[in-house]
Nanobody, 123 residues
Framework: QVQLVESGGGLVQAGGSLRPSCAASGHTFSSYGMGWFRQAPGKGREFVAT????????YLADSVKGRFTISRDNALNTVYLQLSSLKPEDTAVYYC????????????????WGQGTQVTVSS
């Protein structure tokens, strides 16, 4: 069982930056692929970024490439999502997710989810 707790969301002006993080419980974090998704009001859950168990492979959605970065620190059982050059359309609840193995792009591929952290970008 893996428990995930996100933090680091907040309110920021357009063009600003935030760095949400996701802390995982358990001793096997380093064997899990991790992902970030977001969900805006009235919309479905959207893939944002994913990283493999050792950080060697990452993949980002086209809408955030060049602005967001995903990274992880296995010693701290934590995965990060660096948000830069934020736009109002990035406003959403951001969720992290975990699954043993490499990296995955679809929400239904993940086994564990956090409770989410709100990111709001004002214009």
């Amino acid at each position: 069982q893996v428990q995930l707790v996100e933090s680091g969301g907040g309110l920021v002006q357009a063009g600003g930056s935030l760095r949400p993080s996701c802390a995982a419980s358990g001793h096997t974090f380093s064997s899990y692929g991790m992902g970030w998704f977001r969900q805006a009001p009235g919309k479905g859950r959207e893939f944002v970024a994913t990283i493999s168990w050792n950080g060697g492979s990452t993949y980002l959605a086209d809408s955030v490439k060049g602005r967001f970065t995903i990274s992880r620190d296995n010693a701290l059982n934590t995965v990060y999502l660096q948000l830069s050059s934020l736009k109002p359309e990035d406003t959403a609840v951001y969720y992290c997710a975990a699954r043993r193995g490499s990296y995955y792009l679809r929400p239904d591929e993940y086994d564990y989810w956090g409770q989410g952290t709100q990111v709001t970008v004002s214009s």
